[in-house]
């Protein structure tokens, strides 16, 4: 199947999304790469929550047994479905595939290296359903040792910021608004996001040209650029272990990273720049690469 007829029949799923659901009821798409180490814990605490009526576990080609772990326990529990990709074909793209197979009115994606906290899915469908102009919602992301992740609340990316930063890191984080239980921002990390299935779909998913990362600031921009806002729950929190499946590759990791960022320029800030400023871009975000190649390399991007 190319890459088009994936996408128009993707996009043809939204006919008869919800039928006979109960409104608050929630479908998990999980991507798993290389996550035997978490995959496991992470199904296990998503299907405690009530409103969980589906796991789809895309596996992403994995050269461990993160599928097999995965279908042990769809063995188990009818709620989840395994599906095995015969190569990577990059996160949002399976988190598409996955969606594709739900049809209740909410949908989240949950990194397999996410622990979900009894009671958090569920509180965050109630609050979306309180908000009716929400339409992509997040939680605080705190690492193992319970530290919240800046990344949790963020502002949109800008290649142009960040080479006048070169060197140091732009910043595009925001702190928490103590006013606010579910607070507007402009972006949050995609480790989980929770949106209507139906809005999901209308606005043709993630964008598949994005093999990792972006691809969450990317779909948070095109819910406000539809007339939606997005929110997070400063109350609701999950742990993530971060960089699970980026070890297995780290340099493709840190190259996907940078060609991902030159697609995100190229769809939001293209336009506003000349042929030189452009030039100059591209040559300083590859210099950037070679820069920190060396941390990445050593895990410590």
Request: net charge neutral; charged share 30%; hydrophobic share 40%.
């Amino acid at each position: 199947m190319t890459t088009n007829e994936s996408r128009h029949s993707f996009q043809g799923q939204l006919i008869g999304v919800g039928r006979g659901r109960k409104p608050s009821d929630l479908g998990v798409v999980i991507v798993g790469f290389e996550s035997a180490s978490t995959i496991e814990d992470c199904i296990r605490r998503v299907l405690r929550e009530p409103s969980v009526r589906r796991v789809i576990v895309v596996d992403n080609a994995s050269g461990d047994d993160t599928a097999a772990r995965a279908e042990a326990i769809a063995s188990r529990d009818p709620r989840v479905r395994v599906s095995r990709n015969s190569e990577n074909r990059g996160f949002a793209a399976a988190c598409n595939q996955g969606a594709s197979a739900l049809d209740t009115p909410w949908v989240a994606f949950i990194n397999p290296d996410c622990f979900v906290e009894l009671g958090t899915l569920e509180r965050l469908v109630t609050l979306a359903i309180d908000c009716a102009g929400a339409g992509l919602l997040g939680v605080v992301q705190v690492d193992e040792a319970g530290v919240e992740d800046p990344a949790s609340r963020r502002r949109d990316a800008s290649l142009v910021e960040a080479m006048r930063h070169f060197g140091r890191k732009p910043d595009w984080f925001l702190g928490r608004d103590p006013a606010e239980d579910l607070q507007e921002v402009e972006a949050v990390s995609g480790a989980l996001i929770l949106m209507p299935l139906g809005l999901f779909l209308q606005l043709s998913g993630f964008d598949e040209d994005y093999l990792m990362h972006f691809e969450d600031l990317d779909l948070c921009r095109r819910v406000r650029a539809a007339g939606y806002e997005v929110r997070i729950a400063n109350k609701l929190k999950t742990t993530h272990v971060r960089g699970v499946s980026s070890r297995a590759r780290p340099l493709w990791v840190h190259w996907q990273k940078y060609r991902s960022f030159w697609r995100y320029f190229e769809k939001f800030e293209d336009e506003e720049i000349d042929e030189p400023q452009r030039t100059g871009l591209r040559l300083g975000l590859w210099a950037h690469f070679v820069a920190t190649l060396p941390k990445a390399l050593l895990g410590r991007s």
